[in-house]
């Protein structure tokens, strides 16, 4: 456990730094999404699932061996998800968005609670639960529409050993190639913000390497340190939702929307 790090102020430097960018793109990990009660992927797993690592359920061998008790785990997480709502810090991005002619979020988060707090430019670096698909022919499925209770997990209409799964990228599956290049590309840019992440899953945790390489301010914000913190030009030692707020507040007193 790292030793408490003191909560660092939001300097009149990083609100200069954003008042000025043209493109910003963020990069959000579970941490963004914590305190909406959505545990984090390196929180211990509570109840249920507290004798599971999640990088033990979130693999295709986990998958090919136990099924049922991986569908079972993603069924309780979209139970957690419907209970929930998205936080400050998925607000205040909603509000950050609409401040940039060019602004990207990137999020490894699969919980979609960008897209319900109002984030309209999403790349989904690692899928999202609330869709389903065929684990053979990767065809989005109507859970609906199969909804045999018999079969746990629900078998699918498109092959005949076909399973139903979610559409999320497991450990050791490629990232989909189109997200991917979309985030590379908007790694060229004024200012990276990394929220929420310890930076350690790949390659999504590159991205923010990548960015200050080609010449972005670089801003972690995370209450804890990662090993991209000796990267960063400003490291807010914060929760997301409550420096965020406070950093679209001070940016629109002083950098007022043209
Ligand atoms: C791949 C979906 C190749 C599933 C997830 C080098 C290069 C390439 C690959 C690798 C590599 N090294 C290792 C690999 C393999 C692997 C990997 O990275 N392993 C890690 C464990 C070392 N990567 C892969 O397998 C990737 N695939 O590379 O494929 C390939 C190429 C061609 C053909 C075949 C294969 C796929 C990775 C995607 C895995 N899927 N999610 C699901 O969700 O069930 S990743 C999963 O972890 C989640 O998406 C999660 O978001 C993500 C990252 O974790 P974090 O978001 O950072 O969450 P974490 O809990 O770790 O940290 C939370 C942070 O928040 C903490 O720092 C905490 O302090 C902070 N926090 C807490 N509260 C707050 C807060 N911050 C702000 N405010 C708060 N209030």
């Known amino acids: 456990m790292t030793a408490e790090r003191a909560p660092t102020a939001i300097s009149s430097e990083l609100i200069a730094t954003l008042g000025r960018a043209q493109t910003v793109t963020v990069m959000t ?7 909406s009660g959505i545990a984090t992927f390196r929180d211990r797993n509570d109840g249920l699932w507290a004798n599971y690592r999640p990088e033990d359920l979130a693999t295709p061998e986990a998958f090919e061996r136990n099924p049922d008790i991986v569908w079972n785990w993603y069924q309780w997480r979209r139970e957690q ?3 929930v709502q998205p936080n400050p810090a998925h607000r205040a991005l909603a509000a950050l968005e609409c401040r940039y002619r060019d602004f990207t979020l990137v999020t490894q988060n699969v919980d979609r609670l960008h897209h319900r707090a ?3 430019r999403v790349i989904e670096l690692h899928g999202n639960i609330i869709e389903t698909i065929c684990h053979r022919t990767r065809r989005l ?3 609906e529409a199969i909804n045999d209770a018999s079969f746990v997990p629900p078998r699918s209409p498109y092959h005949p050993e076909g399973l139903a799964r979610p559409n999320v990228v497991w450990f050791g599956e ?3 190639a189109s997200a991917l290049n979309d985030a590379t590309a908007a790694s060229a840019c004024d200012v990276f ?12 945790a590159s991205l923010a390497v990548l960015a200050k390489d080609q010449g972005a301010a670089l801003i972690e914000i995370n209450p804890e340190a990662t090993p991209l913190t000796g990267f960063a030009d400003f490291v807010l030692t914060a929760a997301a939702g409550v420096c965020l707020p406070q950093i679209v507040e001070r940016l629109n007193r002083h950098h007022p929307k043209d």
């Open 81 to 83: 998800l419907s209970l």
């Open 141 to 143: 499925i109507e859970l």
């Open 29 to 35: 990990g579970a941490g963004v999404s914590a305190e």
């Open 193 to 204: 913000i990394s929220i929420g992440t310890s930076s350690v899953v790949q390659p999504a």
């Open 174 to 176: 490629a990232l989909p």
């Open 118 to 120: 109002g984030s309209r």
